[in-house]
C-alpha cells in the first residue's frame, strides 16, 4: 500500500504525532507515505487565521520534522512532504512562493471552498447545496487549479454536495472527469469519506469514473495514526471500486527533486 494524503496537528482538526503516523504505517504495510497537511494560505485578511489548516509560521516546523523522519526511517518506508492545496487564483503563485522558499515534493489539491477568493467568505464545498452556479464555480475553480500542472492529483473530487436533480449531476460531473481525464491526472477515492458515510464518495461520480475510464487513486486522508489500522476498510474501498470495474493504480509518480 502507498498513501499520499496524510495530515498533522498542524490543520487543527488532525491528532497524533508525526511520528506516530509513519509507525502506524509501516506497521499497517505501507511502503510509501507522503504527508500532506493542509497548506497555509496568505489571505489578504487581516487577522485572519485559518482554524482550517497550518499557519505559515507553522511551515517550518513541518517540513523539518518531516525530513527528519525521512531521514530516521529510510530504511523502512519511502516518505514524501508535501501539502493539500487550494486553488485561490489571486494568492496561488503567493503562496507557493513561500512554499518553495523551505522546500516541498508535491501538492495535492483539495478544492474545499469555492465562489470567493478568501476562505473567510467563501462558499464550503461539503455543505449541501442545490445551487448550479456553486456547483459550476467547484467545477471551474478546481480545472483551473488542475491546470497550473503543479499538482499530482485531486483530492476527494466529488466533496462538492449538489442536492438538486441527479441529471445535472451527472452531466456537469461528466464533464468535470472528462477534462480531469484530458489534464491526465488520477482522481482520488477518499478513505475518510468513505469511513464516515459521508457525501462522498458518491456513487453517482465513481460511476461515472469508471464510464470515463480516469485513472483512480485510493487516499486515507489520514488524520490520526489509527487511520491506518483499518484494513478492512481499504480492502473495503478496493471492492467497492472493483465492482464498477475501477481498478486503482498503485503508485503517484513524485518529482525526484523537491520544488
Given at each position: ?136 464555480k467547484y467545477i ?114 513524485i518529482p525526484n527533486?523537491?520544488?
Amino acid at each position: 500500500m502507498r498513501n499520499y494524503h496524510t495530515h498533522t496537528t498542524r490543520c487543527r482538526h488532525a491528532f497524533g504525532k508525526d511520528r506516530d503516523y509513519v509507525i502506524k504505517a509501516i506497521k499497517a504495510g505501507i511502503t510509501e507515505l507522503g504527508f500532506s497537511d493542509h497548506a497555509p494560505m496568505l489571505f489578504p485578511v487581516e487577522n485572519y487565521y485559518s482554524t482550517y489548516r497550518m499557519f505559515p509560521e507553522d511551515v517550518p516546523d513541518y517540513v523539518n520534522s518531516i525530513n527528519l523522519l525521512r531521514e530516521e526511517y529510510k530504511d523502512k518506508i519511502q516518505i514524501h512532504l508535501g501539502y493539500e492545496f487550494e486553488y485561490f487564483p489571486k494568492i496561488f503563485d503567493k503562496t507557493i512562493h513561500y512554499l518553495e522558499e523551505y522546500g516541498f515534493e508535491y501538492l495535492v489539491l483539495g478544492q474545499h471552498f469555492t465562489d470567493n477568493e478568501y476562505e473567510p467568505y467563501a462558499h464550503y464545498s461539503g455543505l449541501p447545496t442545490n445551487n448550479t452556479e456553486l456547483f459550476d464555480k467547484y467545477i471551474e475553480q478546481s480545472l483551473e487549479g488542475l491546470a497550473t500542472g503543479r499538482f499530482i492529483y485531486i483530492a476527494h473530487p466529488d466533496l462538492f454536495n449538489f442536492t438538486g436533480p441527479d441529471r445535472i449531476y451527472i452531466e456537469k460531473m461528466t464533464c468535470f472527469c472528462q477534462e480531469i481525464k484530458k489534464l491526465d491526472y488520477p482522481v482520488e477515492f477518499n478513505l475518510l469519506g468513505f469511513a464516515q458515510k459521508r457525501n462522498y464518495p458518491d456513487r453517482r461520480f465513481w460511476k461515472i469514473v469508471s464510464e470515463v475510464g480516469n485513472d483512480v487513486i485510493i487516499g486515507f486522508d489520514a488524520h490520526s495514526p489509527e487511520a491506518f489500522q483499518n484494513k478492512r476498510i481499504y480492502n473495503s474501498a478496493k471492492k467497492y471500486l472493483n465492482k464498477l470495474g475501477i481498478i486503482p493504480i498503485e503508485k503517484i509518480k513524485i518529482p525526484n527533486k523537491e520544488s
